[in-house]
C-alpha cells in the first residue's frame, strides 16, 4: 500500500543550523527544541561533509519518530531517500521541484523558497506543496537572501492559497507579526538555537502559534454565526414574499416583476451565506 502523504503543522518549524550552537551538544539541543513542540524540522547543515550529514540525519530521523515530528532535509536528495525522511526542501538554485517529486514520489512532502509572488506560482506548478519566503527580517544564516518584508510576504500570500512560512530574522518577538501577513507559520533558526534555554523558547513560539490559531477559529465562528442568521432572516423575508402572491389580501404586495428580482436575489444571497457557513467549519 503506497504511503499517504502527511498533514503537516507548519507553525513552528525549526530550520538546524550548528552554528548557533555555542558549542553546545547538537543532538541535545535539537531534543530540547522537540521537547518545547516544533511542530516541523528541516535538517540543514551547508559546511558537514555527507557521511556526518548521513550519521545526523540517522539520529534526527529516530528523534522526530518519538516526538512525531516530520522531518525534511535540506537541498540533499541523497540524504533524504538514505534516511527515509518525510521529504526535502529546496531552493532556486538546488534541484528543480520536478526532478525531486519525480524521483520521491506523490508522498513525499517538497518545499520550494520562493522570494516574490511570480517564483511561488512556478514553484507549486512544479509541484511543490509548500513555499518557505524570506527574507523577512533580514538574516545572518544565509549570504546570499534577498530582504523580503512583511509587505512582500503578504503580497505572496494573496498570489497563492498553499502553505507557506516566512523565514529570516524570525524570532518569538516578530513572530506574531509573520502570522498576520496569513502566513502558515515560520522557519525559525537563531530565533530557537541561538537561545539559552531552547525548550522554554520553543514554547514561546507554540504559545504565540495556539493563540493565534484560536483566533482564526474565533474569527471564522464569527462569520458563520453571521452568516446562518442572514440566512434565517433572508428566508423569512422570502416566505413573505410567497405570501404575498398567493393572500394578496394580507396587506402585502402583489406579485410583480420586482418580488420576482427580489426572490431571485434572495436565493442568490441565501447560497453565498451557506458557502460562508462551510467555508468557516
Not at 132 to 151: E, I, P, S
Not at 194 to 223: C, G, P, Q
Request: with cysteine.
Amino acid at each position: 500500500m503506497e504511503k499517504m502523504k502527511l498533514k503537516i503543522d507548519y507553525s513552528v518549524y525549526l530550520v538546524t543550523d550548528t552554528g548557533f550552537l555555542q558549542g553546545r551538544d547538537f543532538a541535545a539541543c535539537i531534543e530540547a527544541a522537540l521537547k518545547g513542540g516544533v511542530t516541523l524540522l528541516q535538517y540543514r547543515d551547508k559546511n558537514a561533509d555527507s557521511r556526518v550529514l548521513l550519521e545526523r540525519a540517522l539520529l534526527l530521523k529516530k528523534m522526530c519518530a518519538v516526538y512525531h515530528v516530520p522531518l525534511l532535509i535540506n537541498d540533499r536528495l541523497d540524504i533524504a531517500l538514505a534516511v527515509q525522511a518525510d521529504g526535502v526542501h529546496v531552493g532556486q538554485s538546488d534541484l528543480p521541484v520536478t526532478v525531486v517529486r519525480r524521483l520521491l514520489g506523490e508522498q513525499a512532502v517538497i518545499g520550494a523558497s520562493a522570494h516574490n509572488p511570480e517564483e511561488a506560482r512556478q514553484a507549486l506548478a512544479d509541484g511543490a506543496d509548500y513555499l518557505g519566503c524570506g527574507a523577512v527580517f533580514g538574516t545572518t544564516t544565509k549570504n546570499d537572501a534577498g530582504y523580503l518584508g512583511l509587505d512582500g510576504l503578504q503580497s505572496i500570500r494573496q498570489a497563492v492559497t498553499a502553505p507557506l512560512v516566512g523565514i529570516g530574522g524570525v524570532n518569538s518577538t516578530n513572530f506574531e507579526q509573520v502570522l498576520q501577513t496569513g502566513a502558515n507559520g515560520a522557519a525559525i533558526v537563531s530565533g530557537i538555537l541561538a537561545a539559552d534555554d531552547i525548550e522554554a523558547e520553543v514554547r514561546k513560539f507554540k504559545t504565540i502559534a495556539d493563540r493565534y490559531k484560536i483566533y482564526k477559529k474565533t474569527d471564522k465562528r464569527a462569520i458563520a454565526v453571521t452568516a446562518i442568521a442572514l440566512t434565517f432572516y433572508l428566508s423569512s423575508f422570502k416566505i413573505w414574499l410567497t405570501r404575498s402572491r398567493i393572500e394578496p389580501d394580507c396587506g402585502a404586495l402583489v406579485l410583480s416583476s420586482s418580488n420576482s428580482f427580489c426572490s431571485s436575489f434572495i436565493s442568490f444571497a441565501s447560497s453565498f451565506c451557506w458557502a460562508l457557513i462551510l467555508a468557516s467549519a
